[in-house]
């Protein structure tokens, strides 16, 4: 069973940094796309970076310079570094992964965890 | 920056059929846009219902549909249950790796 479980949320404030932590059972991150996704408050869906199983990586235009992807095959963990964070950056962030090998789209997701940018 | 474009709000009365649309700002949605859709409820994690434009996942109930109407995505929901009382989102895959999501629809059955 896929299970995605993240973590490292929590208060900072702007212009700080932040690693979000998912880690990932039931299959291994490195053969699969994986991707971030994060919701405002009350807003909807957001698409933030894919990371595809040959380690090519892509971001929205909002966070790129900002926020690396990454993964730990090792850990089986995916990461989100997050620099110079802004009071927009405030979301709850899932990580997914694609349904298949070849899937780039978020398929199977985790829960979420909070990240708030706030003095 | 092409926008993805939902229709905010939609009502549906119980045991009825609504069709939700997914659009851009500037073109067209195809198949080629590998559109999917999405189920969300409040302080859950979203649910994948329907990928690659009509294919259902695993679990889904069959009264959930996907498909292109024009030049937009659409799902549709055919005999509509009050469960199904959610948010609802499409995402389109902009090519050079980018996906985006579209605003979302918040369907109320009553």
Redesign the interface.
Known sequence: EVQLVESGGGLVQPGGSLRLSCAASGFAVGTHYM?W?RQAPGK????VS?I?SGG?T?Y??SVKDRFTISRDNSKNTLYLQMNSLRAEDTAVY?CARG?DYY??????????TLVTVSS | ?TVVTQVPSFSVSPGGTVTLTCGLSSGSVSTSS?P?W?Q?TPG?????LI?NTNTR?SGVPDRFSGSILGNKAALTITGAQADDES?Y?C?V?MG?????????TRVTVL
């Open positions: 991707t996704v909807g869906l957001e698409w894919v595809s090519s892509y929205t235009d899932h349904r899937d780039t789209s978020p398929h199977y997701w985790g829960q979420g | 920056q590998y999917s999405y969300q859950q994690a979203p649910r994948t990928y996942s948010d989102y995402v895959y050079s790796g980018i996906w985006v999501f579209g605003g979302g």
